[in-house]
């Protein structure tokens, strides 16, 4: 028997300028008293965290800064978060102010200060054992600097194994923040190289969600078994058919000019309505794609990131397969990959091959804002593939979300075609 039954679930939300300037109220309302701020060394550096604890102060509730959160973060970096957390607490709310590293890393400190067991336990299958938290979390605030992770939005933390050289994560609707507070007056800091890398995970939260596996395509489930990731469904494709028109008129100013305030505002409601879709609907290959390609960077630097060290930015690695994946799963439902490329890209010429359409409209928008040429701009190449295959196929909660079954030989196809996209 199909699924009858589809799920929805969202945060509380505070969307505007000016309203990182309420948040003692909200945290007041909740009563908390004693809290802490998460983030990375980068927005600290803005003086925004501070900001934003020292004005708890007038509702009397006292906040503690930790800034050490690791961008692109992995299990030692939430661990040293955790242990940082119960060391300086206890606290009774936390809030998150950066991009999806910070949120993602006080999911995880607030998941593992407040239930037994380790990091690892949590983990989704089959790279951990998927144990669900036995308590209640404590209330988390998700305050987004960066327009593209969507992770306020969502119950699913991110994260890189080290020992595996794999990402991967950790999802229960318990983990999902109970208020984000989007101002996009704190995305007007973003370099460009980071506007291009987050909004292209806005736009594949957008396409994988609206090309998902319908809801009643899979079979029914028991009450205890479903998860947040349901599949396609008509909430879930009203925000994305919303996000991608956004899109559509505001990524590429917002790359070409940062001060462009009415850019960063439709940039930051695009981020939040993919989130509110794909956080229920769920994302597939292109975001398990992503995964080893970022897992097992060697020797790629962006430009507008942290220097020292290796990385793949989240929305760039995301980005990298997707027009192969869009191609491959053109034919579950061409129907929606045309529409989403009209909304994405509605004044270029409809090529004569329905399914080249939204690949071409993603690889334009790539080339326009300074996108990578595929997964070999990155530092991969043919040998890569076996293992790239490898990390992908461990993202089975991804890809069950896909609209056409997915081996080993679909996920190799895709990697190769995609060393060069140009």
Same mark, same amino acid.
């Given at each position: 028997m199909n699924e009858t039954v589809f799920t929805y679930g969202a945060p509380q939300l505070k969307f505007g300028g000016g309203a990182a300037d309420e948040i003692g109220f909200d945290l007041a309302q909740f009563g908390a008293r004693r809290v802490l701020v998460v983030t990375d060394r980068g927005v600290a550096a803005t003086g925004g965290p501070q900001r934003i604890?020292?004005?708890?102060?007038a509702y009397g509730i006292t906040a503690d800064v930790f800034d050490g959160v690791h961008v692109e973060p992995t299990d030692a970096s939430m661990r040293? *978060?955790?242990?940082? *957390?119960?060391?300086?607490?206890? !606290?009774? *709310? !936390?809030?998150?102010?950066?991009g999806g590293s910070s949120i993602d890393t006080a999911k995880a400190v607030n998941l593992l200060t407040t239930n037994e067991g380790d990091l690892a336990e949590y983990l989704n299958p089959p790279v951990g054992a998927g144990r669900a938290p036995e308590r209640p979390l404590l209330p988390l605030v998700a305050v987004p600097t960066t327009t593209g992770t969507g992770a306020e939005s969502t119950t699913v933390c991110v994260l890189d194994?080290? #020992?595996?050289?794999?990402?991967?994560?950790?999802?229960?609707?318990?983990?999902?923040?109970?208020l984000a507070v989007v101002d996009p007056e704190l995305t007007m800091s973003q370099p460009a190289s980071v506007t291009a890398s987050a909004g292209m995970d806005i736009l594949c939260h957008a396409l994988e969600s609206y090309t998902a596996r319908p809801y009643d395509a899979f079979e029914r489930k028991r009450p205890e078994q479903r998860v947040? !990731?349901?599949?396609?469904?008509?909430?879930?494709? =009203?925000?994305?058919?919303?996000? &991608?028109?956004l899109l559509s008129r505001s990524f590429r100013k917002a790359v070409r000019d940062g001060g462009d305030r009415e850019a960063r505002t439709e940039m930051a409601l695009a981020a939040t309505f993919a989130g509110l879709g794909f956080g229920n609907a769920g994302v597939h290959i292109p975001h398990a794609n992503a995964y080893p390609i970022a897992g097992r960077v060697a020797g790629f630097r962006p430009d507008g990131y942290p220097d020292g060290e290796p990385m793949v930015p989240h929305g760039m690695s995301v980005a990298l397969t997707a027009p192969e994946a869009f191609r491959f799963t053109f034919e579950a439902c061409p129907e929606r990959h045309v529409r989403a490329a009209e909304?994405?890209?509605?004044? =270029?010429?409809?090529?004569?091959?329905?399914?080249?359409?939204?690949?071409?409209?993603?690889?334009? &928008? =790539?080339? #326009?804002?300074?996108?990578?040429?595929?997964?070999?701009?990155v530092g991969y190449g043919e040998g890569d593939i076996p293992g790239l295959v490898e990390g992908t196929m461990k993202q089975q909660r991804l890809l069950a979300i896909a609209p056409r079954p997915v081996d080993e030989d679909a996920v190799a196809g895709i990697f190769r075609r995609s060393l060069r996209l140009w």
């Amino acid at each position: 028997m199909n699924e009858t039954v589809f799920t929805y679930g969202a945060p509380q939300l505070k969307f505007g300028g000016g309203a990182a300037d309420e948040i003692g109220f909200d945290l007041a309302q909740f009563g908390a008293r004693r809290v802490l701020v998460v983030t990375d060394r980068g927005v600290a550096a803005t003086g925004g965290p501070q900001r934003i604890a020292d004005a708890m102060a007038a509702y009397g509730i006292t906040a503690d800064v930790f800034d050490g959160v690791h961008v692109e973060p992995t299990d030692a970096s939430m661990r040293k *978060a955790a242990g940082f *957390a119960r060391e300086a607490g206890p !606290y009774d *709310a !936390y809030v998150a102010v950066g991009g999806g590293s910070s949120i993602d890393t006080a999911k995880a400190v607030n998941l593992l200060t407040t239930n037994e067991g380790d990091l690892a336990e949590y983990l989704n299958p089959p790279v951990g054992a998927g144990r669900a938290p036995e308590r209640p979390l404590l209330p988390l605030v998700a305050v987004p600097t960066t327009t593209g992770t969507g992770a306020e939005s969502t119950t699913v933390c991110v994260l890189d194994v080290l #020992d595996l050289r794999v990402k991967t994560g950790i999802s229960h609707p318990r983990m999902r923040p109970v208020l984000a507070v989007v101002d996009p007056e704190l995305t007007m800091s973003q370099p460009a190289s980071v506007t291009a890398s987050a909004g292209m995970d806005i736009l594949c939260h957008a396409l994988e969600s609206y090309t998902a596996r319908p809801y009643d395509a899979f079979e029914r489930k028991r009450p205890e078994q479903r998860v947040p !990731y349901c599949g396609a469904n008509p909430v879930s494709d =009203m925000w994305a058919e919303k996000s &991608l028109s956004l899109l559509s008129r505001s990524f590429r100013k917002a790359v070409r000019d940062g001060g462009d305030r009415e850019a960063r505002t439709e940039m930051a409601l695009a981020a939040t309505f993919a989130g509110l879709g794909f956080g229920n609907a769920g994302v597939h290959i292109p975001h398990a794609n992503a995964y080893p390609i970022a897992g097992r960077v060697a020797g790629f630097r962006p430009d507008g990131y942290p220097d020292g060290e290796p990385m793949v930015p989240h929305g760039m690695s995301v980005a990298l397969t997707a027009p192969e994946a869009f191609r491959f799963t053109f034919e579950a439902c061409p129907e929606r990959h045309v529409r989403a490329a009209e909304l994405l890209d509605p004044g =270029m010429e409809r090529p004569a091959d329905a399914a080249e359409h939204l690949p071409r409209a993603v690889l334009r &928008l =790539m080339r #326009d804002i300074g996108m990578p040429d595929g997964v070999g701009g990155v530092g991969y190449g043919e040998g890569d593939i076996p293992g790239l295959v490898e990390g992908t196929m461990k993202q089975q909660r991804l890809l069950a979300i896909a609209p056409r079954p997915v081996d080993e030989d679909a996920v190799a196809g895709i990697f190769r075609r995609s060393l060069r996209l140009w």
